[in-house]
């Protein structure tokens, strides 16, 4: 078990510029999901998915923002046109649901800062 | 849809002392699982201790344990023998439980100091 594994840990990018994170969950989860974190508050949802299905997307998922998780393996989150309020730490997390839902286990995320 | 509210923003707690953490929720679900999880400085979240909403019995971790009113809707987080590791911030999160809609919802968390 490697944990769930984020890259980059962290990016810098100007505004305007697109961005692309990547997360490999826990291989046997098939629940991947991602979050987001500003300085001193609890983690958001954003979006997750079930296998390579995107179940439900948050109103904070704006159109600049889009993940994938085409083999139901490994997903991407890109933000498109970053501003300086997308800049947060972005958390993927996984789990394995099998009728009893299992705890999130998170990756140690990447910072994002837009400049 | 489904609030965590977590009112207390700091806490400082000696050594070897005691703390209880609250924790309070909203939601119209019958069946659900709480968290709590912990998230030391500029590491990863990692679960601290879960209860399932249909058993009756208050979890317990080692040192960690919680006082789950389901009446009340409140769940708070008791850590024992207050050790310097514990210091972090400390999530309190709420989970539907089956269906589709099957994502944490986080409170804004509380910052733990274990003064030595």
């Known amino acids: 078990d490697t944990g769930v594994s984020q890259d980059p840990r962290h990016k810098i990018t100007k505004r305007g510029q697109n961005v692309t994170f990547r997360c490999d969950p826990i291989?046997?989860?098939?629940?991947l999901y991602w979050y987001r974190q500003t300085l001193g508050q609890g983690p958001e949802f954003l979006t997750y998915f079930q296998n390579e299905a995107q179940l439900e997307k948050s109103r904070l998922l704006s159109d600049r923002f889009s993940a994938e998780r085409p083999k139901g393996s490994f997903s991407t989150l890109e933000i498109q046109r970053t501003e300086q309020g997308d800049s947060a730490m972005y958390l993927c997390?996984?789990?394995?649901?099998?009728?009893?839902?299992?705890?999130?286990?998170f990756g140690n995320g990447t910072r994002l800062t837009v400049t | 849809a489904q609030t965590v509210t977590q009112s207390q923003p700091e806490m400082s707690v000696q050594e070897a002392e005691t703390v209880t953490l609250s924790c309070t929720y909203d939601t119209s679900e019958s069946n659900y699982y709480l968290f709590w999880y912990k998230q030391p400085p500029s590491r990863q979240m990692i679960l601290v201790i879960r209860?399932?909403?249909?058993?009756?019995q208050n979890a317990t971790e080692n040192r960690f344990s919680v006082n789950f009113q389901k009446a009340a809707k409140s769940f708070s987080l008791k850590i024992s023998d207050s050790q310097l590791g514990d210091t972090a911030m400390y999530f309190c999160?709420?989970?539907?439980?089956?269906?589709?809609?099957?994502?944490?919802?986080f409170g804004k968390g509380i910052t733990l100091s274990v003064r030595p």
């Open positions: 999160a709420f989970m539907p439980r089956g269906g589709a809609n099957s994502k944490l919802t």
């Open positions: 291989s046997e989860h098939n629940r």
């Open positions: 997390a996984s789990s394995l649901s099998s009728g009893a839902v299992s705890p999130l286990h």
């Open positions: 209860q399932e909403a249909y058993k009756q």
